[in-house]
């Protein structure tokens, strides 16, 4: 009888957030967004992405209208230990009560969406959520400064991803709540160029660099499938000669060896020869990357969104190239920086997609791009500093056409974070952070008359400070 307590209890619940978001929906700003139906990707009846005629970007929800995604990252009744712990305590091991609790207060917050790294015990009870596969840990990564990849060119890699794709996504391919899966989280490229960075090619070699992905690729064990591929790669296009490789690259490459103890030392070869060489074996190996992510996730789910690896940083061009529809249909990006607004216009003008920023803090150490002030601040000075700068950043960024959301990492702090520098929603005794919960609920009931041009700041902070 318990049981179906339970049971009833979870379905009411899931009912009500469901109602709830309907309701939402139409009173809010959304409800005069049209779509233009030519721009809509993804099946109908699940999430989708479409354009309106203005030219913005939107999530469309299963019912079709337009979707403004405000997630939190990490709403986890197990993690970390000591929040884990209080949960036990006070819930014991039935979550209903703690999940009906934490889903009201993002709801009050104006938060409607999970994001990654959520409890599998919170995913599909009437809250739309997002799924990080974790593909890179499918196979034997290469692990290393400055790059964080895996063998692409690797079968067990493959096969892994496979096996993975089937055990996620095969069981929640007709989710009606799912959004959509990330592949990865902050992947390092090992890029030397990027649309923000360049590099002195005249100087051929480069001790204050770190390899980049071909290099590093030359000089894996040389059983390793990634090996065997890129030295396939680079002798063909020199004419399978050592000799001429040097030549070409203006480095001396007398033996694989060679080639090896350079990156060893964390030498890094920028010469123009070698840039080009690199520039083709990233688009090479980013397209298998998206095509064969994709094709595993759509092996067992046709339904839902393919977010992205959640940048870190703006890779390259060629990867960028590589990434386009239909491999992935929204370009997911993370970010600390004052300066949103332009970090996402990277990702956009460079795939012309739309962009979920995946992450997002304005904690104190983190939260960089406003000069700090000379004399060292007081905790509650940095606090103030923070919540100003944080709206007036994400007000911005609003406003970008291709945001379609952002999602604030994290739902409780983590033990080694102090003031001021705590990324919670709550602490690890779960009481709300109301200085940064009262900000949030207020930037995030207004996202969407900014998103639309209705309104361009909604003096947040402000209005917060002096209530």
């Not at 990330?182 to 890029?191: C, I, K, M, P, Y």
């Not at 997609?353 to 104190?364: Q, R």
């Not at 007000?395 to 999602?407: C, D, E, S, V």
Request: glycine fraction near 6%; include cysteine; aromatic fraction near 12%.
């Amino acid at each position: 009888m318990r049981q179906l307590i339970r049971v009833a209890i979870a379905i009411f619940t899931a009912m009500a957030i469901a109602l709830t978001h309907s309701l939402a929906i139409a009173q809010t700003p959304v409800a005069e967004v049209r779509i233009q139906p030519q721009t809509i990707i993804g099946q109908a009846g699940f999430f989708r992405i479409g354009q309106s005629a203005q030219g913005r970007w939107w999530f469309l929800d299963p019912q079709n209208r337009p979707f403004f995604y405000r997630g939190v990252t990490s709403v986890n009744p197990r993690y970390p230990s000591p929040y884990a712990q209080w949960v036990t305590q006070h819930y014991g091991e039935d979550i209903q009560a703690f999940r009906q609790t934490t889903f009201e207060r993002l709801q009050n917050w104006n938060f409607n969406a999970l994001g990654a790294w959520t409890g599998e015990e919170l995913w599909e009870q009437g809250m739309p959520y997002t799924v990080l596969l974790n593909f890179v840990r499918a196979g034997n990564p290469i692990q290393q400064q400055g790059i964080g990849l895996p063998d692409v060119f690797d079968p067990q890699w493959v096969s892994g991803i496979d096996a993975k794709a089937r055990e996620v996504a095969g069981k929640l391919a007709n989710s009606k709540q799912l959004i959509g899966y990330f592949t990865d989280n902050e992947l390092s490229w090992a890029q030397l160029e990027t649309p923000d960075r360049t590099v002195d090619s005249s100087l051929l070699l480069d001790p204050n660099l770190n390899p980049s992905l071909l290099q590093w690729f030359l000089s894996l064990e040389t059983d390793r499938p990634g090996y065997q591929a890129a030295w396939e790669f680079v002798l063909a296009r020199h004419q399978q000669s050592l000799a001429q490789l040097s030549t070409d690259w203006q480095v001396e490459i007398a033996s694989p060896a060679s080639l090896e103890q350079l990156t060893s030392r964390g030498v890094a070869i920028v010469s123009s020869g070698y840039l080009a060489d690199q520039a083709a074996f990233s688009a090479l190996f980013a397209q298998r990357y998206f095509e064969l992510t994709s094709a595993a996730i759509h092996r067992y789910d046709r339904h839902h969104l393919i977010l992205g690896c959640r940048f870190g940083a703006p890779p390259s061009r060629e990867i960028f190239q590589a990434m386009r529809h239909p491999w992935v249909d929204v370009v997911s990006a993370n970010n600390y920086r004052y300066e949103m607004f332009d970090r996402m216009d990277i990702y956009y003008q460079n795939t012309h997609l739309p962009i979920l920023n995946s992450e997002f803090s304005w904690v104190y150490g983190h939260f960089t791009g406003r000069p700090l002030p000379e004399e060292p601040e007081t905790e509650r000075s940095a606090t103030q500093r923070m919540l100003e700068h944080g709206e007036q950043a994400l007000q911005r960024a609003f406003q970008h056409p291709a945001l379609i959301g952002y999602t604030w990492y994290r739902w409780v702090d983590l033990p080694e974070s102090s003031p001021p520098a705590n990324y919670g929603l709550v602490t690890l005794q779960n009481e709300p952070k109301r200085e940064q919960t009262d900000v949030l609920t207020c930037l995030n009931g207004s996202a969407e008359a900014i998103a639309i041009g209705r309104i361009t700041t909604a003096n947040c902070w402000r209005g917060n400070e002096g209530s």
